[in-house]
């Protein structure tokens, strides 16, 4: 599978990039085509992301808060892609919603 995965670099204290990259980590492991997106501001990272999710990548995940989520459901709204979401802002106001697990192991096997 080809993946994208998208980490702010401040969502959750910092937790999002230190989630992002574990799972980038995971993934390439286990094999897998990632592509790793980090960007200096929302707007860069929502571009990078819509090129990919255009160009047809399987999965984009999303490892913050509730703007990566809301950013990547823009993105994937419509898509072939399946958006992923590894909860790491400081409230995670969506992915509680969602009822999404919040253990890091969980959240990356579940995405």
Known sequence: MRYALA????S??????????????????????VVEVVGDSLEQVRAACAALVADGVDVLAVAGGDGLVSLGADVCAGAGTTLGVLPAG???????SLRLPRDTD???TCS
């Open 12 to 33: 959750g204290r910092r937790g999002g990039a230190a989630l992002g990259e574990q799972a980038v980590r995971r993934l390439r492991a286990e094999g897998h085509d």
């Open 90 to 96: 400081t409230g995670n106001d969506n992915a509680r």
């Open 7 to 10: 980490h702010g670099r401040r």
């Open 106 to 108: 969980a959240a990356i």
